[in-house]
């Protein structure tokens, strides 16, 4: 779907540049900002690789996984039926992990392998249960201590200070977050997980 809307946007910008006489200034900008993309690939590939080893030494050190731990209590409120040793509360917590120290890329297959396991675990075929929408709630909000990305693309972008917006990542993500949970047990409800069902309705 996002492939039609790029298209969409770039056919709708050549005619509009036709149509008003300025296909020499569109073509110039597609060049440019092609070269662009290069250059700031090209800047980021070393923070990535920086912080990516730093995220796999600290997960070999136990970091992580005392990280995850940490997040037992924080879990059992809002995922109350799902069991603390199961693959499914493990991978939330070190999708949380990661995305506290700013790794949105070491997420995400943490956050995949979560959903799969949340899926399994329904019986509403295609349809997401309150388990799902909540986690999927949370890795968008993606509460950051530290936001690696986003300082990196600051600094590629010339920012003496890449890191000084902290204070103020820490406070939209968690009332993103907040906001999120909260809707979801207000709008929540119609989708439950088998083992909910099993516990009210036991035999």
Known sequence: MMNYVWAGLMLVSIVCAMATGRINEISAAMFTGAGDAVTLV??????????????????RAGLTKKLAKSFSPFLRLLFPFLEPESEAAQAISMNLSANLLGMGNAATPFGITAMKELAKRSQNNGTATDE??????????????????????RSAAGSTAPFDLMPAV????????????LMTRLLGGSARTPLLQQRRNPG
């Not at 890795?139 to 201590?145: E, G, K, V």
């Not at 820490?170 to 949970?181: D, E, N, R, Y």
């Open 170 to 181: 820490w406070i939209t993500s968690f009332v993103s977050l907040a906001a999120g949970i």
């Open 132 to 153: 799902m929408i909540t986690f999927v709630v949370m890795n968008t909000a993606s509460i950051q201590l530290i936001p690696t990305t986003v300082a990196m693309l």
């Open 42 to 59: 090209i800047a980021l590939t070393g923070a990535m690789c920086l912080w990516s080893g730093l995220m796999r030494i600290a997960d």
